[in-house]
């Protein structure tokens, strides 16, 4: 059983040795989907030009030797040298039955696991996350998912904010105002109203802030009585972080908080090895690493400062350290960092120093995985009216009130209890915005748009939710004799709609591996997407509960469960919920 562009891409790889020899055999087939046929093999162009022979000379020997013996017609050569290939539908059918037999619908295990840590959310401690902290949060839930699913041994990294300056300010508003108080119950509840109260107390009272500079000293000189009460507010704080992971869905736990303070102890003896290798060195007072091709202005080199000119540590110095930990004590042969792409150029300084200290081992994958901005409907980042960031807390309750508003359009409140109303409401909710986000390229800005996320047309979450809840339905009429998990049965390909339902289907396993490859969630969106819009298109114009004879409708049926089982385990890699029912 495969996916038949891999399956297709083996034949034609094994032709290539067999015509041109194997110092050819690591050449890309170049086999992709076709509009002219199922697919089509390019590699004819690139190959004829190293060869020195014409393209379609090439495609036409090639086309001689590539062995299809039961799974397609015949290549054909067509234009300057395309190889097409069009699928047997008996073959199709069966790669088809034999993924309904498979638990991981046709994912191969991956053939070399890894340790991957894949860093994100990473919200400041004491501060209320806002919707910039979306993208990065449900972005890099899914690719954890997906890469967890693959085989690999993931570890997840929230990488929070919760050391600096601000805390001493924090710890000392907390004294103030009393740690069993209402203004200190807000950390739980609404932490950006304690921090800007906290701000506001240190801009206008001289007093208070000199002591929140002096209490900064002391948590960072490790003062036991300062650090309990930094611990405190950490504590508060992740309250709030466990209400907001709990709605959005996403896997973290504290088991997974490895903030700024973690890595505390490791940065004088990080910075001590970059002087010590001669890469840091001091630059108008402060120590500074310059990696090699980058530069500013007038091309002078770019400083990444390691060590403040006042003798403190930055975000660089953290990160290098951070660095060391993964390579040394989690043995992470790769580490993803979803993160904001305003960050590219920090994270590009940060690698090529910590490979110039030798701290990245040779093979070893440190990638940071992009976030573009959340646009409002003016092009510009989202924000509240009075120009503020928008809450995170406050967007999911918004989203999951018009989505009940969409539900009442449609009368559910006749076919669902209010209990199970709610639930449904809040499924389609937050799912409808982290579709969006997830099937938006991760790098890219999108714009926030409640009308198109919380439509049930198009490339939405609502719809693709509406789908299976569709193929539930399906069984549920079909009676007790028919699983939605359906085993044992044997698909047929009768009708075009169905064909080509079968073919996308048998391409879940390549499109997973695609998207732990190359970290892009959207990718596998647009593949369900296509699921879904086919099955439409197959449920409109075949038959399946009236389907005669008894064997086309045990067919049909079977290929509504692959269905099912594609959708709702995609959906499910990328933490999108999905109601039994709609």
């Excluded at 748009?449 to 049930?456: A, C, G, V």
């Excluded at 049965?489 to 997973?512: K, M, N, Y």
Aim: charged content about 25%; hydrophobic content about 40%; proline content about 5%.
């Amino acid at each position: 059983m495969g996916d038949p562009q891999q399956v297709l891409a083996g034949r034609v790889r094994d032709a290539i040795v067999a015509a041109f020899g194997p110092d050819y055999g690591g050449t890309d087939p170049l086999v992709r989907p076709s509009s002219f046929a199922d697919f089509q093999a390019n590699v004819a162009l690139p190959l004829g030009k190293r060869l020195g022979r014409p393209p379609r000379e090439v495609a036409a020997e090639l086309a001689g030797r590539i062995d299809v013996a039961g799974i397609s017609a015949e290549p054909v050569v067509s234009g300057p040298g395309f190889i097409n290939f069009t699928l047997r539908d008996d073959w199709i059918a069966a790669q088809a039955s034999q993924m309904l037999e498979d638990p991981r619908l046709g994912l191969e295990p991956a053939a070399g696991p890894q340790t991957v840590v894949v860093e994100y959310s990473s919200p400041n401690i004491a501060k209320e996350m806002h919707v910039g902290h979306l993208r990065t949060t449900i972005v890099g839930d899914a690719i954890a998912r997906v890469l967890d699913f693959i085989g690999h041994r993931v570890i997840r990294d929230n990488h929070v904010g919760d050391w600096g300056t601000q805390f001493g300010m924090l710890i000392e508003y907390l004294l103030d105002v009393g740690q069993d108080s209402p203004q200190a119950a807000l950390l739980r509840t609404d932490p950006n109203a304690f921090y800007q109260a906290a701000q506001r107390k240190f801009g206008s009272d001289p007093e208070f802030a000199e002591r929140a500079r002096n209490r900064v000293v002391q948590l960072q000189g490790g003062d036991p009585a300062t650090l309990k009460l930094w611990r405190e507010i950490v504590d508060l704080s992740l309250d709030y972080l466990h209400r907001i992971y709990a709605r959005l869905g996403v896997l973290l736990t504290d088991d997974d908080i490895r903030g700024e303070s973690f890595y505390n102890d490791m940065l004088a003896q990080t910075v001590a090895i970059l002087e010590e290798k001669g890469i840091a060195v001091y630059s108008d007072g402060a120590l500074c690493a310059f990696p090699p091709g980058f530069t500013g202005r007038e091309g002078r080199p770019l400083p990444l400062i390691v060590r403040k000119s006042d003798g403190g540590y930055n975000y660089a110095t953290t990160d290098l350290a951070t660095i060391r930990y993964r390579v040394d004590e989690l043995h992470a042969g790769r580490a993803v960092y979803v993160v904001g792409s305003d960050q590219a150029l920090h994270f590009q300084m940060v690698f090529a120093v910590a490979r110039e200290a030798g701290w990245i081992p040779e093979g070893a994958v440190f990638e940071h995985a992009q976030i573009g901005l959340v646009l409002g409907p003016d092009g510009n980042r989202l924000r509240t009216r009075s120009g503020d960031n928008v809450q995170l807390s406050d967007l999911l309750t918004e989203a999951v009130d018009r989505a009940r508003g969409i539900l009442d359009e449609v009368d559910a409140a006749a076919r669902f209890d209010p209990a199970e109303l709610d639930e449904v409401a809040e499924a389609v909710g937050i799912g409808a915005v982290k579709y969006a986000d997830l099937s938006t390229a991760r790098e890219s800005a999108y714009v926030f748009d409640w009308d198109r996320m919380i439509s049930f047309r198009g490339n939405t979450g609502p719809y693709l939710q509406y789908a299976t809840a569709r193929i539930r339905s399906i069984f549920r009429r079909a009676g007790a004799d028919a699983d939605p998990e359906i085993r044992g049965s044997q698909l047929a390909v009768v009708a075009g709609p169905e064909r080509a339902l079968a073919l996308r289907l048998l391409g879940f396993g390549t499109t997973v591996t695609g998207v732990g490859e190359t970290a892009e969630p959207h990718r596998l969106c647009g593949y369900l997407f296509d699921v879904a819009s086919l099955f439409t298109t197959f449920y409109e114009e075949c038959p399946v509960l009236k389907a005669e004879p008894a064997e086309l409708r045990a067919s049909r049926l079977a290929l509504c469960g692959l269905t099912l089982r594609v959708l709702t385990t995609g959906l499910g890699l990328l933490g999108v919920p999905v109601p039994e029912r709609m």
